[in-house]
Structure formats: structure tokens, C-alpha cells
């Protein structure tokens, strides 16, 4: 093959790989949410079912693991809002790094575990506990969506000017613990954090009021990185950095962070949340728009935190 056809069938392949897919995204809702993997509650056969999905694909991705211990940092968790017999339960953030040999990091995040049979005080269907909580927004769409991100960044055949590193956050839904316990035990040193993206219930798009990207204002760097990016949905900011998901634990680390949301809607921790309810073509626009700003970001070489709340 001549040089110059060659190139360009490197640059047409890497595209490819770079891409969003919408089959991806659909694949690995429908895993994550199926009625198989009983709602992922932390301590459950099948909340570790799926972090061993979530493993297998960082591996295929080439992403590496963080440190010595492998992918998995494993931590306890404790249920507090009603009383079972076990109250302390095993769980795990699952890790894949993106070594670009940088001297920072930005972290991307999402949790994994979702609320199980509703039986653990925080269901918003009194109802119908004891029935399936598939949890397909809430968040199996933000971990595929964390899944396409870092299928993305490994294979876009680009050395970027940071470090990556994704994490699937374990235990969100009993109080933010798996994101608590890593930046009390941080893979990487938290002071060389450029900024943490995280995604949570991405999957419900309503174009009425578009998506939240929350966390605007903890670094005086977001308005310019934001300055002039289009997308086919709406999208509007807000400048809080703290809220109900796993960025707050880097927000009050003093790291800047942003939160993609595309709000609450009336299957929130109830049964009726599943896959058929996703909208993937709004769910890859969302992380193409995430694309762009992490890639403005690279721009910036140091993020300054702004405390907002």
C-alpha cells in the first residue's frame, strides 16, 4: 500500500474507533438494566456481575490499572436507612487508567450500583417494593456513557496532554461512598487532578429543558472552555458544585468539577425505570458535547478551583 493511501486509511480507522455508538450505548444499558441483574444493590451477586462487565471492557479498551491492587479498590459500605442483618456489605470502584505519561489527570466518573428490590428505605415506589428497580437511567446510562468515553479516548489513536483515569463508582445509592472512599484513598494524588466530569442519569433527555451541566462555576476556566460550543441538544449551566452525586466528593476536595444530568422524571427509584424509556440519540449527543469540553480542557494548563456553595 503507498504512504499516502496508508495515511489515509489510518485516519478514516482512527475515526471509526473515536466514535460514539449508539449500539454500544444500547448494549450496555441493556446488560446493565436487565432484569437478570436485579436492580445491582451494593452487596448483591449482581452488582459484582456488573462491575466485572465494567472490567472486562476498561481491559479491551487497553486501559490499565491504576496502581498495584488491579482495577478493583474495594471498600465497605454501610446501610443506614433501615435496619438488616447485613448492614455492612462489600463493595468495589472498578479503575481503568489512561496513562499519556502527563503529569495531571482528568478523572471521569459514574456510579455503577443502583437500588435493588427498593427494600433498603429509598424507593420512590412504596408499592411496589420488593419488585425490580432496573435502575436504566439511574445509572446504567452513565456508565455507558463512561464506557463509550473511555472507548473513545484509548482508541482515537491521539497521545492527549492528560492523563485519564475512569472510575465506576460503587455504593453511590447509600450515600456517596465509593466516591468518598477514593479521594480519602485516591488512586492518583488528588493535587494533580486537572478537573472530574461526572455523569449521572444521562438517559432521559427532555428537550423542553435539555441537559444540566452543573458545576459551572467551580473554575473560573469553564466559561471560555464552553465559549463557543454548539451541539444538536440544548444544554444549559449551573454553578453549584455540590449536589446528590458522586462530584460533590471532589467538590469538596476543592477539585472543579462538572455534572451532566438530564434531570428527574416520574420513574426516578421506581420500577418503571428501563431500558426501553433510554434516549440513545440524545445519550450519544450528550457525550459528544462531553468530548468537546474535555478536549477544550486539555487546552487549559491548570484549572483553578472557585468554591460555589
Known sequence: MRPYFLLIFLLIFSAAKAQVSEKKLKKHISYLAADKMKGRQTGSKEVEK????????????????????????????????????DSIRKAANIIGFLNNGAAATIVVGAHYDHIGYGDLGNSKDPLNTGKIHNGADDNASGVAGLLELAKHYA????????????????????????????????????????????????????????????????SPSFPEIFKGITSGIKFYTGKDGSGGSDQTSFYKKDIPVLFFHTGGHPDYHKTGDDAAKIDFKALKAILELEIRVIDRSMNVPKMDFTRTN
Open 50 to 85: 456488573a462491575a466485572e462487565y465494567i472490567e472486562r471492557q476498561f481491559k479491551k479498551y487497553g486501559l490499565t490499572p491504576p496502581g498495584p491492587d488491579g482495577f478493583r479498590q474495594h471498600f465497605e459500605a454501610k446501610v443506614k436507612r433501615v435496619t438488616v442483618a
Open 155 to 218: 482508541g482515537n489513536r491521539t497521545k492527549e496532554r492528560f492523563n485519564l483515569l475512569f472510575i465506576a463508582f460503587g455504593a453511590e445509592e447509600l450515600g456517596l461512598l465509593g466516591s468518598k472512599y477514593f479521594v480519602e484513598h485516591p488512586a492518583v494524588p488528588l493535587n494533580t487532578i486537572h478537573w472530574m466530569l461526572n455523569m449521572d442519569m444521562i438517559g432521559r433527555y427532555n428537550p423542553d429543558n435539555g441537559v444540566a451541566v452543573i458545576g459551572y462555576g467551580t
